[in-house]
């Protein structure tokens, strides 16, 4: 979304300018707009994946965890291969999530 107006910016900039030096103004400051996207959007992006992914890979059995949907339970056990884990989330009750829907550890 971003990306689409900053590009529309920049070609409203060049049409507006017919000098050389206003359209290489706007191609010079182009990448430079798609390098802070980059360190603002992507690289933090990335960071949180790469330990989210690590959490979920440290997981044991006992752990406390929060799902995306807010519920709060104790792991039971993992299953498939650890693509789905069982949460035990009152007495009695176990309710299976796949591990990617798991936010927090607590």
């Avoid at 960071?47 to 799902?67: F, H, P, R, W, Y």
């Avoid at 291969?81 to 829907?101: G, Q």
């Amino acid at each position: 979304m971003y990306l689409m107006a900053t590009m529309q910016i920049f070609l409203f900039l060049a049409q507006e300018g017919a000098d050389t030096k206003s359209s290489l103004s706007a191609l010079i400051l182009f990448p430079i707009m798609l390098i802070i996207m980059y360190f603002l959007v992507i690289q933090p992006q990335r960071k949180e994946e790469k330990n989210k992914k690590a959490m979920i890979q440290a997981l044991q059995k006992g752990d406390t965890v929060v799902t995306s949907s807010g519920i709060h339970g104790k792991v039971v056990e993992f299953k498939d291969n650890n693509e789905s884990v069982v949460l035990n989330i009152a007495k009695d009750t176990n309710v299976t999530f796949t591990t990617n829907s798991i936010i927090k550890k607590k």
